[in-house]
């Protein structure tokens, strides 16, 4: 009898003990006594339950607007000190960019980024510059200001509204990483909040497994506060050019000769145009035909077409040999010659170059829309099998965004990191950034695309094709260990891993050989 009234003593008071803990978890007053340089937001928390994904909404119970590192760890030490039981969860929002709420805290916390005003951007000019800038910090405002020094980081996204926290969380590629790698490979070092609270700094030689485990690492290992990050001389002026394909082979294979050669151009990226009308004429607005009466015959209407978009650096005091040089490498591919458009603008504009459709966009309304993006790493070998089957039978008569797809090199990618590849040394990025109409029924409707999107996975797992998802989403443990692959093995017992929001089931248990308590702190920089 002593023993089962003890046994019910200790289950009632454990049973106490959670409920407490449960319930404290969604009682803000643990919060307001919080010894922060910044504040919390209680009440204004609506606008941080959404994001560019535009499909969930998650409204949080706090909003964190830190003003120094401190903050961010003093909230998350917190949160680890409330123990395993715990319904509380973090999330670190960047220019909300995420696609699947993984910016997003239902009844917990989000910490906005771009308020942290720790660290100053530091631009250094030496032999080997870099620039130390806050992880909340937007890339367009880190190549404004290294090109006063006249200065440029080598890698970048397509789209420059972004942190470079979300970026480095993910891998941060367009263009230029066939020859630079990603954002990724472009660090020398960064400062990090871990899951217990910790603020550490860390690089190839100081805390390199949290170093490379938080590059590409979907915020699983930490809250990126600061990086060091590699630059080079910027050009003036950027010769930027388009050609079309009417035959995906060779406008692969003229795509992968570029990203082999040691003299080519500074960015490459290629297209898929499904039956745009006009499409030369809407070019018109940026570009300047080679030949205006052959490009003014050509007809899109109807078409699957390859688009590869190429740009040359250059300083204006080497203007007669760069057209030289562009001259020698547009004669080695086989593009449609009618469809020969160029121009010339400033390293600025063509880097920022997205922001003007954005611009566009919300100026008719149809920026803050549901986006359904699909981003995909094909291998090299089965990019023709994927291409024929989507673009011949899934994605026939149109397509509710830009369609990319190029190939990078994968030895410019440090494997050390947590970013999950495909296994051959090429591999193509192909991105399907579709935008939905929220009241459609049609084939331009959330639903439709979706269903679209499934078809392409699908496909992918059926013929075998050696895909990887880039930033990916899954829903079970078994898709997210088919993801990490061998690397599941090597994330070390020491590193603290953090759960994403949503299903937090969905992340594996026990994703090392060690015991990893899998903390519920939903971390994604975006």
Not at 177 to 206: D, W
Not at 328 to 357: A, C, G, I, K, P
Request: aromatic share 10%.
């Amino acid at each position: 009898m002593l023993f089962v009234r003890s046994f019910m003593i200790l289950f009632l008071s454990c049973c106490m003990a959670i409920r407490i803990n449960h319930c404290f978890s969604s009682n803000p007053s643990s919060l307001r006594a919080l010894p922060v340089d910044g504040h919390f937001s209680f009440d204004e928390v609506h606008h941080a339950a959404k994001d560019f994904g535009n499909r969930f909404q998650l409204l949080p119970l706090a909003l964190l607007y830190p003003k120094s590192v401190s903050d961010i760890a003093t909230t998350i030490r917190h949160v680890w000190q409330m123990g395993p039981n715990s319904e509380l969860t973090v999330a670190a929002r960047g220019h909300s960019h995420s696609l699947q709420g993984q910016a997003q805290a239902h009844q917990g916390v989000v910490i906005n980024m771009e308020s942290l005003q720790a660290h100053k951007m530091h631009v250094y000019s030496g032999n080997y510059p870099y620039v130390d800038a806050s992880g909340g910090e937007l890339w367009i405002d880190i190549l404004r200001e290294c090109l006063k020094y006249g200065l440029a980081p080598k890698s970048w996204t397509d789209y420059l509204h972004l942190t470079v926290g979300g970026t480095l969380s993910n891998a941060g590629v367009s263009g230029q990483a066939f020859r630079h790698g990603p954002q990724i490979s472009n660090v020398y070092q960064m400062e990090i909040v871990t899951g217990k609270g910790e603020v550490l700094n860390c690089s190839e030689k100081q805390n390199s497994d949290l170093f490379h485990g938080v590059l590409g690492g979907l915020g699983q290992f930490g809250i990126i506060t600061r990086a060091r990050i590699s630059l080079e001389p910027a050009p003036d002026m950027v010769k930027w050019i388009r050609v079309l394909y009417l035959d995906f082979t060779t406008f692969a294979t003229d795509q992968e000769r570029l990203i082999r050669a040691a003299n080519t151009f500074d960015y490459i990226e290629g297209f898929v145009i499904i039956n745009r009308t006009s499409l030369l004429n809407n070019w018109r607005s940026s570009f300047d035909p080679q030949d205006p009466v052959q490009a003014s015959q050509f007809q899109s209407d109807g078409r699957t077409l390859f688009c590869l978009e190429l740009a040359k650096y250059f300083n204006r005091d080497r203007m007669d040999a760069l057209n030289e040089e562009v001259g020698n490498l547009l004669s080695q591919l086989r593009y449609m010659t009618s469809t020969l458009f160029l121009t010339e603008v400033s390293y600025l504009e063509f880097l920022d170059r997205v922001h003007v459709s954005e611009v566009k966009l919300r100026s008719k309304g149809l920026w803050e829309v549901p986006h359904p993006w699909l981003n995909l790493l094909i291998p090299k070998s089965k990019i023709n099998d994927f291409a024929d089957e989507v673009f011949g039978n899934i994605l026939t008569d149109t397509s509710n965004g830009p369609i990319l797809i190029y190939p990078v090199n994968k030895s410019k990618w440090d494997n050390r990191t947590s970013a999950v590849l495909p296994e051959e040394d090429i591999f193509y990025l192909v991105a399907f950034l579709n935008s939905a109409m929220p009241s459609s029924m049609g084939t331009d409707g959330l639903e439709h695309i979706l269903t679209q999107n499934k078809r392409i996975l699908e496909f992918c797992e059926t013929a075998r094709l050696g895909m990887k998802q880039y930033l990916p989403h899954y829903n079970t443990q078994e898709e997210w260990k088919a993801h990490f692959g061998p690397k599941m093995g090597s994330f070390c017992p020491e590193k603290i891993c953090l759960r994403p929001p949503g299903n937090t089931s969905s992340w594996p248990e026990n994703i090392s050989k060690g015991n990893i308590f899998l903390m519920t702190l939903a971390i994604y920089l975006s």
